[in-house]
Protein backbone atom coordinates (compact mmCIF):
# COMPACT_ATOMS: atom_id res chain seq x y z
CA UNK A 1 0.00 0.00 0.00
CA UNK A 2 1.53 3.33 -0.91
CA UNK A 3 0.59 6.66 0.52
CA UNK A 4 -0.91 7.58 -2.77
CA UNK A 5 -3.04 4.84 -3.53
CA UNK A 6 -6.12 6.07 -6.11
CA UNK A 7 -4.56 9.34 -6.57
CA UNK A 8 -3.79 11.26 -9.73
CA UNK A 9 -0.94 13.86 -10.04
CA UNK A 10 -0.40 16.19 -12.97
CA UNK A 11 3.47 17.32 -13.15
CA UNK A 12 4.40 20.12 -15.31
CA UNK A 13 8.19 20.22 -16.50
CA UNK A 14 8.16 16.56 -16.16
CA UNK A 15 10.09 15.49 -19.31
CA UNK A 16 13.38 15.51 -17.44
CA UNK A 17 15.27 16.68 -14.30
CA UNK A 18 13.15 17.17 -11.30
CA UNK A 19 9.48 17.10 -12.85
CA UNK A 20 10.76 13.46 -14.15
CA UNK A 21 12.16 12.61 -10.60
CA UNK A 22 8.88 13.62 -8.82
CA UNK A 23 6.67 11.74 -11.46
CA UNK A 24 8.62 8.89 -10.27
CA UNK A 25 8.81 9.51 -7.05
CA UNK A 26 4.97 9.72 -6.57
CA UNK A 27 4.05 6.96 -9.22
CA UNK A 28 6.09 4.89 -6.64
CA UNK A 29 3.66 5.60 -3.82
CA UNK A 30 1.03 4.73 -5.69
CA UNK A 31 -0.51 7.39 -7.53
CA UNK A 32 -1.12 7.56 -11.32
CA UNK A 33 0.79 10.43 -13.05
CA UNK A 34 0.30 13.19 -15.88
CA UNK A 35 3.49 14.50 -17.24
CA UNK A 36 3.43 17.42 -19.31
CA UNK A 37 6.35 19.22 -20.86
CA UNK A 38 8.09 19.79 -24.23
CA UNK A 39 7.04 23.61 -25.16
CA UNK A 40 7.68 25.54 -28.39
CA UNK A 41 10.73 26.80 -28.82
CA UNK A 42 12.17 30.11 -27.25
CA UNK A 43 14.64 31.96 -28.47
CA UNK A 44 16.28 33.34 -25.76
CA UNK A 45 17.49 30.26 -23.69
CA UNK A 46 21.33 29.18 -24.26
CA UNK A 47 20.15 24.99 -23.51
CA UNK A 48 18.26 22.92 -25.23
CA UNK A 49 14.31 22.30 -24.36
CA UNK A 50 12.70 19.22 -23.33
CA UNK A 51 12.12 16.64 -25.91
CA UNK A 52 9.27 14.42 -27.32
CA UNK A 53 11.68 11.14 -26.54
CA UNK A 54 12.78 12.87 -23.25
CA UNK A 55 8.64 13.14 -22.07
CA UNK A 56 8.29 9.63 -23.68
CA UNK A 57 11.21 8.20 -20.86
CA UNK A 58 9.32 9.93 -18.23
CA UNK A 59 6.45 7.64 -19.02
CA UNK A 60 7.92 4.76 -19.65
CA UNK A 61 9.40 4.91 -16.15
CA UNK A 62 6.39 5.65 -14.36
CA UNK A 63 4.58 2.72 -16.14
CA UNK A 64 8.17 0.57 -14.78
CA UNK A 65 6.61 1.58 -11.39
CA UNK A 66 3.76 -0.02 -11.70
CA UNK A 67 0.97 3.15 -12.39
CA UNK A 68 -0.79 4.27 -15.42
CA UNK A 69 0.59 7.58 -16.79
CA UNK A 70 -1.11 10.31 -19.37
CA UNK A 71 1.91 11.88 -21.22
CA UNK A 72 0.80 15.31 -22.49
CA UNK A 73 2.80 17.69 -25.15
CA UNK A 74 1.70 20.84 -23.21
CA UNK A 75 3.94 24.42 -23.08
CA UNK A 76 2.39 26.34 -20.11
CA UNK A 77 2.17 29.50 -21.61
CA UNK A 78 -0.60 28.24 -23.83
CA UNK A 79 -3.93 28.85 -21.63
CA UNK A 80 -6.13 26.66 -23.82
CA UNK A 81 -3.99 24.09 -24.31
CA UNK A 82 -3.25 23.91 -20.02
CA UNK A 83 -7.08 23.79 -19.78
CA UNK A 84 -7.07 21.05 -22.20
CA UNK A 85 -5.32 18.95 -19.68
CA UNK A 86 -7.00 18.95 -16.77
CA UNK A 87 -10.11 18.48 -18.83
CA UNK A 88 -7.79 15.53 -20.65
CA UNK A 89 -7.01 14.31 -16.93
CA UNK A 90 -10.01 13.96 -15.22
CA UNK A 91 -11.83 12.39 -18.74
CA UNK A 92 -9.14 9.71 -18.65
CA UNK A 93 -8.30 9.17 -15.21
CA UNK A 94 -11.37 10.31 -13.55
CA UNK A 95 -10.11 12.66 -10.89
CA UNK A 96 -7.07 15.38 -10.42
CA UNK A 97 -5.82 15.08 -6.12
CA UNK A 98 -2.21 16.56 -6.87
CA UNK A 99 -0.41 18.81 -8.98
CA UNK A 100 3.05 19.91 -8.87
CA UNK A 101 3.71 23.09 -10.75
CA UNK A 102 7.34 22.25 -11.47
CA UNK A 103 7.96 23.81 -15.13
CA UNK A 104 10.07 26.70 -15.28
CA UNK A 105 13.26 28.05 -17.47
CA UNK A 106 16.32 30.19 -16.91
CA UNK A 107 18.47 32.75 -18.54
CA UNK A 108 21.04 34.93 -16.42
CA UNK A 109 22.84 38.39 -17.46
CA UNK A 110 22.40 41.78 -16.27
CA UNK A 111 19.31 42.91 -16.08
CA UNK A 112 19.82 46.38 -17.64
CA UNK A 113 21.17 43.88 -20.98
CA UNK A 114 17.88 41.53 -20.81
CA UNK A 115 15.55 41.98 -23.84
CA UNK A 116 11.83 42.73 -23.60
CA UNK A 117 11.74 39.33 -25.68
CA UNK A 118 13.94 37.10 -22.84
CA UNK A 119 11.55 39.32 -20.19
CA UNK A 120 8.65 37.88 -21.58
CA UNK A 121 9.59 34.15 -21.86
CA UNK A 122 10.87 33.87 -18.49
CA UNK A 123 7.58 35.53 -17.05
CA UNK A 124 5.16 33.76 -19.51
CA UNK A 125 6.65 30.15 -18.42
CA UNK A 126 7.08 31.06 -14.74
CA UNK A 127 4.72 32.71 -13.68
CA UNK A 128 1.98 32.55 -16.55
CA UNK A 129 2.56 28.47 -16.53
CA UNK A 130 1.66 28.41 -12.86
CA UNK A 131 -0.92 30.96 -12.81
CA UNK A 132 -2.55 28.61 -15.89
CA UNK A 133 -2.23 25.37 -14.46
CA UNK A 134 -3.27 26.88 -10.51
CA UNK A 135 -6.98 28.58 -12.15
CA UNK A 136 -7.12 25.51 -14.32
CA UNK A 137 -6.84 22.88 -11.63
CA UNK A 138 -8.98 24.82 -8.78
CA UNK A 139 -12.26 24.14 -9.92
CA UNK A 140 -11.45 20.37 -9.97
CA UNK A 141 -10.76 19.85 -6.46
CA UNK A 142 -13.19 22.27 -5.23
CA UNK A 143 -15.71 19.74 -7.00
CA UNK A 144 -13.78 16.51 -4.96
CA UNK A 145 -13.01 18.73 -1.63
CA UNK A 146 -9.61 17.31 -1.84
CA UNK A 147 -6.34 18.67 -3.24
CA UNK A 148 -3.01 18.94 -3.17
CA UNK A 149 -0.51 21.76 -5.10
CA UNK A 150 2.95 22.39 -4.82
CA UNK A 151 4.67 24.96 -6.54
CA UNK A 152 8.59 25.16 -7.45
CA UNK A 153 10.18 28.54 -6.65
CA UNK A 154 13.93 28.28 -5.81
CA UNK A 155 16.36 30.07 -3.61
CA UNK A 156 16.65 32.52 -5.73
CA UNK A 157 12.63 33.72 -4.56
CA UNK A 158 14.25 33.66 -1.20
CA UNK A 159 17.08 36.43 -1.74
CA UNK A 160 18.50 38.59 -4.48
CA UNK A 161 21.36 36.82 -6.86
CA UNK A 162 23.34 38.83 -9.03
CA UNK A 163 22.78 38.34 -13.10
CA UNK A 164 19.57 36.46 -12.15
CA UNK A 165 16.98 39.66 -11.31
CA UNK A 166 14.68 38.91 -13.62
CA UNK A 167 14.46 34.90 -13.10
CA UNK A 168 14.06 35.94 -9.34
CA UNK A 169 11.74 38.31 -9.57
CA UNK A 170 9.18 34.83 -11.22
CA UNK A 171 10.22 33.11 -8.65
CA UNK A 172 8.96 35.84 -5.87
CA UNK A 173 6.15 35.97 -7.61
CA UNK A 174 5.07 32.38 -7.57
CA UNK A 175 5.23 32.45 -3.28
CA UNK A 176 2.99 35.56 -3.37
CA UNK A 177 0.82 34.10 -5.60
CA UNK A 178 0.55 30.45 -3.74
CA UNK A 179 0.46 32.18 -0.47
CA UNK A 180 -2.41 34.09 -1.70
CA UNK A 181 -4.27 31.28 -3.30
CA UNK A 182 -3.61 29.07 -0.17
CA UNK A 183 -5.89 31.67 1.80
CA UNK A 184 -8.26 31.38 -0.64
CA UNK A 185 -9.03 27.31 -0.72
CA UNK A 186 -7.99 26.67 2.99
CA UNK A 187 -11.47 26.33 4.38
CA UNK A 188 -12.20 23.90 0.93
CA UNK A 189 -9.73 20.90 1.61
CA UNK A 190 -7.27 22.01 -0.92
CA UNK A 191 -3.22 22.88 0.46
CA UNK A 192 -1.20 24.91 -1.79
CA UNK A 193 2.53 25.23 -0.90
CA UNK A 194 6.06 25.96 -2.70
CA UNK A 195 9.12 24.50 -2.57
CA UNK A 196 12.87 26.37 -2.87
CA UNK A 197 15.61 24.10 -4.16
CA UNK A 198 19.03 25.53 -4.45
CA UNK A 199 20.67 24.80 -7.90
CA UNK A 200 19.94 21.27 -8.88
CA UNK A 201 22.14 19.34 -10.83
CA UNK A 202 19.60 18.85 -14.22
CA UNK A 203 19.79 19.78 -18.07
CA UNK A 204 18.68 22.64 -17.45
CA UNK A 205 22.16 24.03 -15.50
CA UNK A 206 24.01 21.10 -16.61
CA UNK A 207 23.17 20.43 -20.89
CA UNK A 208 25.60 18.12 -21.11
CA UNK A 209 25.98 15.68 -18.14
CA UNK A 210 29.42 13.97 -19.76
CA UNK A 211 30.78 17.53 -19.88
CA UNK A 212 33.03 18.48 -17.02
CA UNK A 213 31.89 21.47 -14.50
CA UNK A 214 34.56 24.26 -14.28
CA UNK A 215 36.01 24.00 -11.04
CA UNK A 216 35.30 28.07 -10.48
CA UNK A 217 32.04 26.99 -10.74
CA UNK A 218 32.02 24.59 -7.88
CA UNK A 219 34.07 26.68 -5.66
CA UNK A 220 31.58 29.34 -6.18
CA UNK A 221 28.73 26.56 -5.33
CA UNK A 222 31.07 25.70 -2.42
CA UNK A 223 31.00 29.06 -0.80
CA UNK A 224 27.05 30.16 -1.12
CA UNK A 225 26.12 26.25 0.52
CA UNK A 226 27.20 25.70 4.42
CA UNK A 227 26.38 21.63 3.80
CA UNK A 228 29.25 21.44 1.70
CA UNK A 229 28.22 19.85 -1.92
CA UNK A 230 27.94 21.76 -5.01
CA UNK A 231 24.12 21.06 -5.95
CA UNK A 232 21.00 18.95 -4.89
CA UNK A 233 20.02 15.91 -7.39
CA UNK A 234 16.24 15.93 -8.18
CA UNK A 235 15.69 13.35 -6.03
CA UNK A 236 16.68 16.16 -2.72
CA UNK A 237 13.33 17.72 -4.17
CA UNK A 238 11.39 15.09 -4.76
CA UNK A 239 11.48 13.65 -0.98
CA UNK A 240 10.11 17.70 -0.29
CA UNK A 241 7.25 17.31 -2.71
CA UNK A 242 6.42 14.09 -1.26
CA UNK A 243 5.97 15.45 2.31
CA UNK A 244 4.28 18.33 1.24
CA UNK A 245 1.57 16.09 -1.45
CA UNK A 246 0.78 13.38 1.74
CA UNK A 247 0.25 15.78 4.13
CA UNK A 248 -3.01 15.37 5.93
CA UNK A 249 -4.09 19.24 5.55
CA UNK A 250 -2.37 20.66 8.12
CA UNK A 251 0.44 22.43 6.18
CA UNK A 252 -0.54 25.30 3.51
CA UNK A 253 0.41 28.60 2.52
CA UNK A 254 4.16 26.99 3.64
CA UNK A 255 7.33 27.54 1.72
CA UNK A 256 9.86 24.31 2.40
CA UNK A 257 13.35 25.54 1.11
CA UNK A 258 15.89 22.84 0.30
CA UNK A 259 18.87 24.86 -0.02
CA UNK A 260 21.68 23.42 1.34
CA UNK A 261 21.65 25.47 4.54
CA UNK A 262 21.67 28.63 2.67
CA UNK A 263 18.84 29.47 4.08
CA UNK A 264 20.64 30.13 7.65
CA UNK A 265 21.88 32.82 6.39
CA UNK A 266 18.67 34.70 5.30
CA UNK A 267 16.86 37.33 7.89
Avoid at 163 to 191: D, F, H, P, Q, R
Wanted: net charge negative.
Amino acid sequence: MGSLDGKVALITGAARGQGRSHAVALASEGADIVVCDVPRRMSTLTYPLATRQDLELTAKLVEQAGRRCLAVRLDVRDAAAVDSAVEQTVRELGRLDIVVANAGVVSTGPLAELTDEGWDELVSTNLGGVFHILRAAIPVMRRQKFGRIVVTSSMGGRMGIPNLAAYNATKWGTIGMAKSLALEVAKEGITVNVICPTTVQTPMVQPDPDAEVPDDFIKQMLRANPVPQPWLQPEDVSRGVLYLVTDPGVITGSVLEVGLGSSARMH
